[in-house]
């Protein structure tokens, strides 16, 4: 069981930039995949960006490639997400999530533990 705590979330203006970060409880952090995914008001849940297990390898949606930039610290059990360039378009709640072994982090059926989100809003 992994339980999942979202941080850093705001209120930002367009350009600016934000850095979320999530904390894991549980010992098996490391054996899990991360992934950040958002959802805004009307619209699936989608995603964001992904890490595997030792961080050397990293995925994102083309909407965030070269803006956003995803980490993870298995010693001390965060994943973080830095978010530059922010536009409206990026209004969403974040949510941090944990991946089974097998499956594509594009896909959110791949999660097996899920956190509260973050609230995102972005103004111009």
């Known amino acids: 069981q992994v339980q999942l705590v979202e941080s850093g979330g705001g209120l930002v203006q367009a350009g600016g930039s934000l850095r979320l970060s999530c904390e894991a409880s549980?010992?098996?952090?490391?054996?899990?995949?991360m992934g950040w995914f958002r959802q805004a008001p009307g619209k699936e849940r989608e995603f964001v960006a992904g890490?595997?297990?030792?961080?050397?390898?990293?995925y994102y949606a083309d909407s965030v490639r070269g803006r956003f930039t995803v980490d993870r610290d298995n010693a001390q059990n965060t994943v973080s997400l830095s978010m530059n360039a922010l536009n409206p378009a990026d209004t969403a709640r974040y949510f941090c999530?944990?991946?089974?072994?097998?499956?594509?982090?594009?896909?959110?059926?791949?999660?097996?533990?899920w956190g509260q989100g973050t609230q995102v809003t972005v103004y111009s």
């Open positions: 890490v595997d297990w030792s961080g050397a390898n990293r």
């Open positions: 999530a944990a991946a089974n072994s097998w499956g594509s982090l594009y896909n959110k059926g791949t999660y097996i533990y």
């Open positions: 549980g010992r098996t952090f490391s054996s899990h995949r």
